[in-house]
């Protein structure tokens, strides 16, 4: 799901935002035996291929600026400054990852946000509840995309569709800069699915902390 926010995770929300965010999955998770995580990343992949590609394609039109301007065009100098260029800058793609963005497709980004939301889901420890009944919002900032991540036991009652339109309404909030509210109010309708499904039980305790984890 698209995002449309460009920062970093240290930025993202502010410390009443996080708070907020905190409270919320505290208050979705007193109505149900479900676990809710928040995980907010800067990006979900280094991709070092289109940072190879992007430092290539800069540090060619460099040269050709430079050879074309300041000497005669010359293709003995072009081919050197090429490599001269190309270290250099891919040491500053790598520093300014917007710069590497274009080179990089749709599908490779969608993949590398699942693949890492699933990662985390089990790094995170999320698929040890009980009754297999956590759920991961996972924010990728980079790509701009969110993801939220269901284990076993909550696939059964509810469709990853509905998931997906948790995933919309934080999109939607992030584009219109209310990503917490949004957040804290996708958080609320995913306790009341679960509330519907998985009802709280006496023996019920906190499995995970409510803290937004950040990398």
């Known amino acids: 799901m698209v995002m449309k926010r460009k920062t970093t995770t240290v930025k993202f929300f502010s ?12 208050k979705a998770e007193m109505r149900t035996i479900g676990e809710i995580a928040v995980m907010v ?6 991709y070092l291929d289109a940072e190879v590609i992007a430092a290539a394609a800069l540090s060619s039109v460099s040269s050709l600026i430079v050879t074309a301007v300041l000497l005669e065009s010359s293709i003995w100098f072009y081919i050197p400054l ?4 190309f270290f250099p800058l891919k040491f500053i793609c790598r520093k300014f990852p917007f710069l590497k963005a274009p080179f ?4 490779r980004k969608n993949h590398a946000v699942r693949e890492r939301a699933l990662r985390a889901f089990y790094e995170k420890g999320l698929y040890k509840t009980k009754m297999n009944t956590g759920v991961l919002f996972f924010l990728s900032l980079f790509e701009r995309k969110v993801w939220v991540l269901a284990d076993r036991g909550i696939n059964e009652k509810i469709k990853q569709e509905k998931l997906n339109s948790l995933a919309n309404i934080i999109s939607v909030g992030i584009i219109e800069n209310h990503a917490s509210d949004a957040l804290c109010d996708a958080i609320k309708k995913v ?6 499904h998985f009802p709280t039980v006496s023996s019920d305790t906190n499995e995970l902390s409510n803290d937004v984890i950040t990398e």
Request: glycine share 6%.
């Open 15 to 26: 410390k009443e935002e996080l708070k907020k965010i905190e409270d919320a999955v505290a």
């Open 41 to 46: 990343v800067d990006s979900s992949d280094n």
């Open 82 to 85: 090429n490599l001269i260029f």
């Open 104 to 107: 990089i497709g749709s599908k």
């Open 191 to 196: 306790g009341n699915m679960f509330e519907k």
